[in-house]
């Protein structure tokens, strides 16, 4: 079968095979982020079950950030990074907890700079360098 959810589905699989490591963090992000204006909006609606669906989606995804790190060629970024995630895993656990759509708020706020970051170096890894390419140069004054 051509197009329709299967062909959606081969798309995707092939994007993220196919990325750059980068490119796949900013992929997360924007599933977290799209799981987290999903959660909100049931919050404003007080669906309970769908809040805490979307809510631990985003938390699923943060865990997936969290043990993809490497500390080791990180460093003190990975350092900074887990904390981050985990600040926002837990802001998310007591957003679900104490019906907090700010804490959602704050946690879409940050993850929404983080993305930007990410989307920065994702694009520059990505961007071929054209070395060797010859300059134009006028031999006749």
Do not use: C
Not at 29 to 39: T, V
Not at 79 to 92: K, S
Not at 129 to 138: L, N
């Amino acid at each position: 079968m051509y197009g329709g959810v299967n062909g959606h589905q081969r798309y995707l699989q092939t994007a993220v095979e196919t990325a750059h490591p980068a490119r796949l963090v900013v992929m997360l992000y924007d599933g977290a982020l799209r799981f987290l204006a999903q959660a909100q909006e049931a919050m404003t609606q007080r669906n309970y079950e769908q809040q805490n669906h979307y809510l631990q989606k985003a938390q699923r995804i943060l865990a997936e950030l969290i043990s993809s790190l490497d500390f080791t060629k990180g460093g003190e970024v990975a350092e900074n990074l887990f904390r981050i995630y985990i600040y926002l895993y837990n802001q998310l656990v007591q957003a679900n907890l104490e019906d907090d759509s700010a804490k959602v708020q704050h946690a879409i706020a940050l993850l929404s700079e983080l993305r930007e970051a990410w989307d920065a170096v994702a694009t520059q890894v990505e961007t071929p360098v054209t070395m060797g390419t010859p300059a134009k140069v006028s031999l006749h004054g």
